[in-house]
């Protein structure tokens, strides 16, 4: 009785062993057969990041504005990961845009958003920002500094708030907090 157990043991062993084996063979000498060859070389041609001007609005801003902006622009990132910095096409001064399509900073850009006293706020890195999810966009205000700041980040991008969050320390920097923020900035 012993003696069946084993050999159907051994049975067993074989007929998962075997195909087993063979699969690894296979493989290995697929490997090997395309071990020297180069990688195929992709015909498609990406165009050219865009690295022209952004359009941009700048309207005229107020002596202690100019100044809190001109601050924060001095201090933003050339890149926002392997976003690189673009020019834009008024208020150098106040406006910022990086990569393709443009996600675009710009400081005093109109009046400072009224917050109504159960809207969703957003505290990033010490920034409270007030949110606004658009077909194509999100846009990104603060509600807790003397000037607003507004990002706008494409939907193509993924985590707007990834894109956000390397704006907080210039901000912070540069642009002070005001006295009474809203509540739910924290």
Avoid at 3 to 9: F, Q
Avoid at 45 to 51: E, K, L, Q, V
Avoid at 74 to 94: C, I, M, N
Avoid at 133 to 154: F, G, H, M
């Amino acid at each position: 009785m012993r003696d069946e157990v084993t050999r159907a043991a051994a049975r067993r062993a074989t007929l998962v062993a075997v195909p087993v084996a063979l699969l690894a063979g296979v493989l290995v000498f697929w490997l090997l057969s395309h071990a020297g060859r180069p990688a195929p070389v992709s015909t498609a041609t990406p165009g050219p990041a865009a690295t022209g001007p952004v359009e941009m609005a700048a309207p005229p801003l107020a002596d202690r504005a100019a100044t809190l902006c001109r601050a924060l622009v001095l201090r933003l990132p050339d890149a926002l990961g392997r976003h690189a910095r673009r020019p834009v096409t008024a208020g150098a001064a106040q406006n910022a845009a990086y990569g393709d399509p443009p996600i675009t900073l710009a400081c005093a850009a109109g009046p400072a958003p009224s917050v109504a006293p159960d809207a969703q706020l957003l505290n990033v890195s010490g920034v409270c920002w007030g949110t606004e999810q658009l077909a194509d966009r999100s846009v990104w205000t603060t509600v807790d500094r003397e000037v607003p700041i507004t990002v706008t980040v494409p939907q193509a991008y993924e985590g707007p708030s990834q894109q956000v969050i390397d704006f907080t320390d210039p901000i912070i920097a540069t642009v002070p907090r005001t006295a009474s923020p809203p509540t739910g900035c924290g």
